[in-house]
């Protein structure tokens, strides 16, 4: 039996409590101790439709539903563009990145290979064809970007780009002209 729960039903941050055994789920917890993401479906718009999970203090199977109107505003925020050319399908893809309707940089994203499966296998469960590691160059600009504006990219390209975890997107700036590390997100 699945449950259903509909985000755009619930007031507030997204956070529900599971329909068996109540426990708060929040679909910002990246943690796996709570619930486990069974599988993440993806709508027509690119955008994430539904969710299977599983709570891990009762084991029941949950739907969750409701997120477009839950990320619009973040997702309205960020535009990926569709895999340029130089994209190698199911090995790496890479995107242009927009930011507010302006030009923000080039997004690497790379994917599990049969070999990265191997070598992570103490430190994470992967699958062969996810997405664990994005790397985004930010162009030279005039205004320095927000720390809070990369939080919100990182959580689209969360959302986006299936098995991507916290801490997988680095992310660089181009500042006069050399390339600097900001940060994991
Ligand atoms: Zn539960």
Redesign the pocket.
Known sequence: MIRKVNLAKIEGEGDF???????K?SPEDETENI?TIQESIIGEDDHLKELIIR??????T?SVEGFDALFEEENQRIEISKELSDSIPGFRTCHDVMIDGQYLGKLVVEYAQKEDVKAFKRLRKLHVGDAFKCLITISERDTELKEEDILVMAKVLRRKFKGLKAKDTYVSEIREGSKKLLGKY
């Not at 409590?17 to 426990?23: D, N, R």
């Not at 709570?55 to 029941?60: A, D, Q, R, T």
């Open positions: 409590s599971c329909p068996k055994c109540g426990v789920i619930y709570c891990n203090k009762c084991n029941s949950i």
